[in-house]
């Protein structure tokens, strides 16, 4: 219960009273006690001596009764002399609510006005996002500076008011500021004094947040897209107009959208010996999957890393069995049984697209990749470096196999881009007729012998060249050796 008298000097003083409730249904009612004709209400402002002194000497009335939760406002004349007492019940449990007392009925800035139409139409609806778009407030238009919109989102109900949604966020045990529930002090002196609230009360709007309710508020904007929502999932939203001067609210027509089902990820089925060039999109950062159902007990997975940087997830029927960022060439000799599922699963780690080469096979005795050296760089000599010829060398193996070396000229600010976006799977079919130098063959079944050294001539001095080597197995693939760029001497 809450006794208030209005010190207006007029005789009739206008008044209105908006009541919030904020969790369950309530009633409430305004009751007034007048005195007698001729008896004066006594000139102290003493709540309790008022009380009793209007009680003991006047008629009492109910003038205004609600039940229900939604917002309400009455609005009516005072006269001088009048006692009011307003009531509260709430017939379920505990509850919080808000009163909004003012002598000031004129100005009609308290409350935020709402559109003539003011659902929140649903223009948009991803897996992860959905846009919403409202029409503006007429309050924006005239108070721009002090107004804005806030949304809530959640995956239970739309809310009828704002401290509805703050009541619900509270519950669940989030801790907040002060309530911004008011209660009435026995007199009020100005007419926006019960309204004003400090900036650390306005901040619950702001900086709440909970995986019940999420808060944002974006000024005067009346569309917004909602981010980081999960697939296939129900969400309700409500949009909110405040007034940042007197926190008062007003609620536009909830709505809710149902984010689009995240589609199954494509799987593409290996088949044996069967090569698959694989490209991933390193800002999607998504999972490419390939399937292969095993024939034989033994099952050889071969991976050859062609750009970026990726990781390989295996499973098998459900299992993880390997996983493992690639680099270079990989190989993976798993045993299990007839007709086993294996999933494979391929990622870039990075941002930059990534590609790789992958291949399954049960014949690991005739492998698609060449015998591998055990380094795949390049080597060049600078004391053998001149004006126009430069020596390089690299290593070999035990089988024998075919090298081709390649040049390319190219300039100091290429150098980086030139060694980062080189495809390490990509053969000499993708270079130009002008830049191979030569074919050869060699092997040497000394493994401490088993280098070989080539001197390019016909270059310019001072020059930038880019030299490739290339290996070819039995199967004809070829393994790109890692670049070399080298510069020939300006002067000899």
């Known amino acids: ?25 309530i009633e409430w009612s305004i009751l007034v006690y007048k005195s007698p004709p001729g008896k004066a209400a006594p000139a102290d402002h003493d709540t309790q001596e008022v009380s009793k002194s209007h009680k003991a000497s006047s ?30 019940l709430s017939t379920e449990r505990d509850t919080h609510i808000t009163v909004y007392l003012t002598t000031d009925t004129t100005s009609g800035h308290l409350y935020p006005e709402l559109p003539a139409d003011p659902r929140i139409d649903v223009v948009g609806i991803g897996h992860t996002t959905v ?87 974006m000024g005067t904007k009346n569309t917004y897209t909602v981010p980081n929502l999960s697939p296939s999932t129900q969400y309700y939203f409500d949009v909110f107009i405040v007034n940042l001067l007197t926190n008062a609210s007003a609620a536009y027509t909830g709505t809710f959208a149902r984010t689009l089902e995240e589609p199954e990820p494509e799987v593409t089925e290996l088949k044996d010996g069967k090569v698959i060039h694989v490209v991933l999109d390193g800002k999607k950062q998504k999972f490419y999957s390939l399937q292969y159902q095993a024939r034989h007990k033994k099952v050889h997975f071969t991976f050859q890393l062609c750009q970026g940087q ?11 069995v390997a ?28 941002e930059s697209n990534s590609s790789v080469k992958v291949q399954a096979s049960p014949h690991f005795h005739k492998p698609l990749f060449p015998l591998l050296p055990e380094s795949l760089k390049i080597k060049s000599f600078s ?13 070999g193996t035990q089988e024998e196999s075919k090298y081709c070396v390649y040049r390319k000229r190219i300039e100091e600010d290429q150098i980086w881009r030139e060694l980062q976006s080189a495809d390490r799977c990509s053969g000499p079919e993708s270079r130009h007729k002008s830049e191979k130098v030569l074919c050869k063959y060699f092997y040497d079944l000394n493994l401490q012998r088993a280098v070989t050294t080539e001197t390019i001539k016909g270059l310019e001095a001072g020059t930038l060249y880019l030299f490739d080597v290339y290996l070819f197995g039995p199967s004809g693939i070829p393994v790109r050796y890692h670049s070399k760029v080298v510069k020939t001497r300006k002067k000899c």
Not at 1 to 25: H, K, N, Q
Not at 60 to 79: L, Q
């Open 323 to 350: 996983s493992e960022n690639l680099s270079g060439l990989r190989y993976f000799s798993l045993k299990g049984k007839l007709l086993d599922t294996y999933l494979v699963q391929l990622r870039s780690t990075e």
């Open 383 to 395: 004391k053998l470096r001149t004006c126009r010829s430069v020596t390089i060398a690299w290593l």
């Open 1 to 25: 219960r809450y006794y208030f008298v209005l010190e207006e000097g007029r005789i009739l003083a206008p008044f209105s009273i908006t009541v919030t409730p904020c969790d369950v249904p």
């Open 59 to 88: 008629m009492v009335s109910t003038i205004f009764n609600y039940k229900g939760n939604s917002v309400e406002t009455y609005m009516g004349m005072s006269s001088h002399s009048a006692l009011y007492l307003l009531e509260f």
């Open 310 to 320: 990726v990781r390989v997830h295996i499973t098998r029927n459900g299992k993880t």
């Open 131 to 217: 846009t919403l778009a409202w029409k503006h407030s007429p309050s924006v238009l005239q108070h721009r500076e002090s107004i804005q919109y806030c949304l809530l989102v959640n995956e239970k109900h739309n809310y009828k008011s704002l401290c509805a949604a703050e009541t619900a966020i509270r519950s669940s045990g989030m801790k907040l500021p002060p309530t911004l529930a008011l209660s009435l002090s026995p007199y009020l002196l100005e007419p926006q004094q019960v309204m004003i609230l400090s900036n650390s009360e306005l901040s619950i709007i702001n900086k709440v947040s909970s995986g019940e309710v999420r808060q944002v508020c």
